[in-house]
């Protein structure tokens, strides 16, 4: 990704200093987790892809996206880092709070090939992990933005309340099973979701 001004990325670290962006300024880590996501979910060496990342935080993810000839979308609120990686990335993103029960802003792109979300915040509220109902709503929420043959991978946080050897509630793990999701420790992978979706309705 040499195409983009990371001398201006590592600059933004002494403009914002606060401890609560600390962690995206171990850059050569965040690069390389980012890399290894690309490949591992195929776009490396793929044909251009439409993908929409959930949550996408700097947009590093989406950067390398671009980088290989994918068109990539974001959403995520407004934040005064992740405002300024964005920019300089010149990677889109749409401002809006992922909620389970409340509509996706509109926006060009899709139907999308591949739907991200990684390291999840958005699935806990006031201390309370969502539920089957609420992914239910987000998933009612994503599908006219799938096609026959979306993948949605999911990899969710560690959140507290939750043992170490459990990605979330049970009742919700059992829901993603019932969707076909492979699931490697706290990785969701649904291929095909909008399919399945249809079947159980």
């Not at 050569?28 to 949550?55: C, F, H, S």
């Not at 420790?185 to 979706?197: H, I, T």
Request: charge should be neutral; aromatic fraction near 10%; glycine fraction near 8%.
């Amino acid at each position: 990704m040499a195409e983009y001004d990371w001398d201006a990325y590592r600059a933004l670290e002494a403009q914002l200093p606060d401890a609560q962006w600390k962690k995206y300024f171990a850059l050569d880590r965040y690069k390389v987790r980012n890399a290894t996501r690309l490949v591992e979910l195929g776009l490396a060496d793929a044909a251009p892809q439409r993908v929409l990342d959930l949550g996408c935080g700097t947009g590093l993810f989406l950067a390398g996206c671009q980088s290989l000839g994918h068109t990539a979308i974001g959403v995520n609120l407004a934040d005064p880092l992740f405002d300024r990686t964005l920019e300089l990335f010149g990677a889109q993103r749409l401002f809006h709070r992922i909620q389970p029960h409340t509509a996706l802003p509109p926006f060009a792109g899709g139907p999308f090939d591949l739907i991200t979300a990684f390291e999840t915040q958005f699935d806990i509220v006031d201390g309370v992990i969502w539920g089957v109902d609420d992914w239910k709503g987000l998933f009612y929420q994503l599908r006219p933005h799938l096609h026959g043959h979306t993948r949605v991978f999911i990899k969710l946080n560690q959140h507290a309340g939750l043992p170490p050897n459990q990605i979330a509630p049970p009742a919700v793990r059992a829901y993603f099973e019932t969707l076909g999701a492979r699931i490697v420790r706290r990785q969701v992978d649904l291929p095909g979701l909008r399919s399945k979706l249809d079947a159980m309705t």
